[in-house]
């Protein structure tokens, strides 16, 4: 009997992480302070080559919602054996998967994203917590059926559907927000290069953002925000290259190396932009990401609404 309890706690435990796991990435409106958003989760799946924009949202809240009903499952001792632990099983293996790449492709730096930004973690112990929790599903597996519960396919059914539903009725996809943001009128100020030209620290801004077309992020090191629009250029970045991005940053140089470890962008052409000239060029919001023709502003957006599609035919106009 003390060793059924001892199993049964464990297996709580087990479930406790795993809906931790959902609800940090998950950009939940209530205690935001311990979600963040869900845009990184997002881009994941495109970073990876699985997933379109359109449809990594959907594919990032459905798999939020496993976590919570793998996890809610766990507690309540449902269908143990014949599914929930097959099912953690599972998606540890292909979170264990992309780490594996993650390391691969972009060494152990900066945060995996298993738990948002409210808990960091290297890709690397992450992995390691990973095969902690598969060793423990596979002792649970062998020695743990759980109790008996009269209930269970009632429960099992009403748990998957209130799991899967809750990050789309919390955090609602927004399948239109960036269908017309190039159709606004044009802004149609000059941004007063020569200034980023005479104060620009680190690198040399090229004299050709004068000419032509880009997109220059403002972007503040510390401002998460920031982080999130970068990681989301990149992707763009890689997948086209065509597209001609440029990042001023802001703050101190002894956060540089943290900033580029969380978003590898490193590769994308970049200076540092301090005080007055900063504030003068990008305002006081972070960030600012402005679609410059020939110096001209033509379209300020910021990154929810920064779409590639639309930014490939803006730069083909």
């Not at 001892?6 to 205690?31: A, R």
């Not at 902690?132 to 649970?140: A, G, S, W, Y």
């Not at 100020?189 to 953002?209: G, I």
């Not at 001609?244 to 802001?250: A, E, H, I, M, W």
Request: aromatic share 14%; charged share 15%; glycine share 6%.
């Amino acid at each position: 009997m003390t060793k059924k309890i001892l199993f049964t706690i464990l297996t709580i435990l087990l479930g406790m992480v795993f809906i931790v796991s959902g609800f940090t990435k998950g950009g939940f409106p209530f205690l935001q302070h311990y979600s963040s958003p869900i845009e990184p989760f997002e881009f994941t799946f495109v970073d990876l080559g699985l997933s379109n924009w359109k449809l990594a949202p959907f594919i990032a809240r459905l798999l939020i919602g496993f976590e919570f009903f793998i996890g809610f499952m766990l507690i309540f001792h449902i269908k143990l054996k014949k599914v929930t632990y097959k099912l953690g099983i599972a998606l540890l293996t292909i979170f264990s998967i992309y780490l594996i790449l993650l390391m691969a492709f972009s060494g152990n730096k900066g945060n995996c994203g298993c738990f948002g930004t409210v808990f960091t973690m290297t890709p690397f112990w992450a992995l390691v917590k990973n095969l902690i929790m598969l060793f423990i599903f596979i002792v649970l597996y062998k020695y743990h059926e759980g109790w008996n519960n009269t209930f269970a396919t009632i429960l099992f059914w009403l748990t998957l559907g209130t799991c899967l539903a809750l990050p789309f009725i919390c955090n609602p996809v927004e399948l239109d927000y960036s269908a017309s943001y190039l159709n606004k009128p044009e802004d149609n100020y000059k941004l007063e290069l020569d200034s980023l030209y005479a104060h620009a620290t680190l690198n040399a801004p090229p004299k050709t953002l004068s000419q032509g077309k880009h997109i220059i992020a403002f972007m503040s090191l510390t401002c998460p925000h920031c982080r999130i629009a970068s990681k989301k250029m990149r992707i763009m970045h890689e997948r086209n290259p065509g597209i001609s991005f440029y990042f001023v940053l802001n703050g101190k140089e002894e956060n540089l190396q943290p900033f580029f470890d969380d978003t590898h962008t490193e590769t994308i052409p970049h200076c540092m932009l301090k005080g007055r000239p900063f504030v003068y060029l990008a305002g006081t919001a972070m960030p600012t990401i402005l679609l410059i023709n020939n110096s001209i502003v033509e379209h300020d957006v910021d990154y929810m609404t920064l779409d590639q599609t639309q930014v490939e035919e803006w730069m083909k106009k």
